[in-house]
């Protein structure tokens, strides 16, 4: 079966620090992978999403940067964090058309 | 542009009465469009597809391209139902959502 791990679940960083966000897949082949920010009265924001290895489409202009490493990997990184980039990442996969999107558990970021 | 509106960020009405959680969207080509669920502690899931037209906990969906919506339906809530709400719209490869509208079931 297919599982969808995202880690750390809670992370505290400093304003001006690096950031690196993981979600792995597992169970299935070349999925389409999404990174999104779930905000109070925002509600889900996509930040960026990749059909396949190296290849990623950035929605917002901002603070961070995603890669696809591997086919079943996708990152959410940051050379300098900012207060704003706090908020609740969500990552996400998907196949063909009509599917659903399965969703990671989410990370909490909270920048201080 | 791929883009998915909901009106309302916050809905409660009575257990047994019925609920309409308002979704209209903006997509030049074929949508296909979701109802997204997530409760209390829990992981979004699906809850359905306008390429079903199914019924599942008694919600239902119907895609309006005329009036570019995709209102999800219930005719009598029922508390398990008080939960965040999102539409979603999958154009391509893109999976975009709505602003979600958190339900309120009240006994």
């Known amino acids: 079966s297919q599982t969808i791990h995202q880690w750390p679940a809670t992370l505290v960083q400093p304003v001006g620090s690096p950031l690196s966000l993981e979600c792995t897949v597992e169970?299935?082949?070349?999925?389409?992978l999404y990174w999104y920010r779930q905000a109070a009265g925002r509600g889900l924001q996509l930040l960026f999403y990749?059909?396949?290895?190296?290849?990623i489409s950035s929605e917002v202009p901002q603070n961070l940067s995603a890669s696809r490493p591997q086919d079943r990997q996708f990152i959410l990184s940051s050379k300098k964090l900012l207060l704003s980039d706090s908020g609740f990442y969500l990552c996400a996969w998907s196949l063909e058309r009509n599917t659903e999107a399965f969703f990671g558990q989410g990370t909490r970021l909270t920048v201080v | 542009a791929q883009r998915v509106t909901q009106p309302e960020k916050l809905l409660s009405v009575f257990k047994g009465a019925p609920v309409e959680l308002k979704c209209n969207y903006s997509y030049s080509g074929s949508p296909e469009l979701f109802w997204y669920v997530q409760y209390s502690r829990q992981r979004l899931q699906l809850l359905l597809r306008h390429i079903s037209r199914e019924s599942i906990k008694g919600f239902t969906a119907d895609l309006n391209k005329g009036e570019t919506s995709f209102h999800l339906k219930k005719p009598f809530a029922q508390e398990e139902d008080s939960a965040m709400y999102y539409c979603a719209l999958r154009g391509a490869q893109k999976l975009v959502f709505g602003q979600g509208t958190r339900l309120t079931i009240n006994p």
């Open positions: 169970g299935t082949s070349n999925p389409n």
């Open positions: 990749s059909v396949g290895i190296g290849q």
